[in-house]
């Protein structure tokens, strides 16, 4: 398995599990951290031991957002290049990666930290998680296209106008965490759920992910052909229909 300096990496049972570690940062973005992430992402990607994807920084910070100590550079014309490179590669690799990703945010999510968690398929919160856009106080501006298919419309524009943070409880309220953990429980919340994705087979994984990435920009005809000619085509699988004779058999002998 691939070293990496910004992150750690684990994968068991169907669930690999990616770590920020840049504590002493809180977790910040650098280019550096954002490479590892894309990194990691790619090897899992068509890799049959990872079933779905944890992404994670702890209990305590999951990402305070943009490096303060590297966005200092940004009179550099390159520097900028570079990162918004690396943006790109990062957040449109977990936008349409081929497996299901869980966001476990524990902490602050701001920022970047919080698009990092927006383009994760599905968020848990702890109860300690923060979340929001502050660069808007400075002027900048945030994903709000990924946002507002989360929450909607006006609750993305409350976040993304004025800047302030929401708690864990605003955020499972309007629909920014699908999930909320106790303090000091999110990864393991987290991890399983991913565990219960993973028991559907990592090929069952992609086949759902991949109808959740296409079906939604379906006009409704559409999307029930589409999702009836995928029915039809997993039904015949032999794995599948092994699957199927063997839970009937279990029901059978009660």
Known sequence: MTEFQNIKSTAEDG??????????????????LMTDLSDQL??????????????????????????????????????????????????????DY???????VGGPALGGGCDIAVFADIRIGSENAILGYPQIKFGLTPYFSPLWRIVGLSQAKLLTFSGDRIDAQEALRIGLIDRLAPTGRVVAQATALASSIAETTAKSAVNNKEMARRAPAMDPISALTYETLAYREVIWHPDIVARINEAYSKIKKK
């Open 15 to 32: 669930v690999g599990t990616i770590t920020f570690d840049r504590l002493d940062r809180r977790n910040a973005l650098s280019v550096e």
């Open 42 to 95: 790619d090897a899992w990607a068509y890799d049959d031991d990872v079933a779905a994807v944890v992404i994670t920084g702890g209990e305590d910070v999951f990402c305070a957002g943009l490096d303060l100590n590297f966005q200092s550079g940004f009179n550099d014309t390159e520097t900028r290049a570079i990162y918004s490179e690396a943006c790109l590669r990062a957040y449109g690799t977990l936008l």
């Open 98 to 104: 081929r497996k299901p990703t869980i966001a476990a």
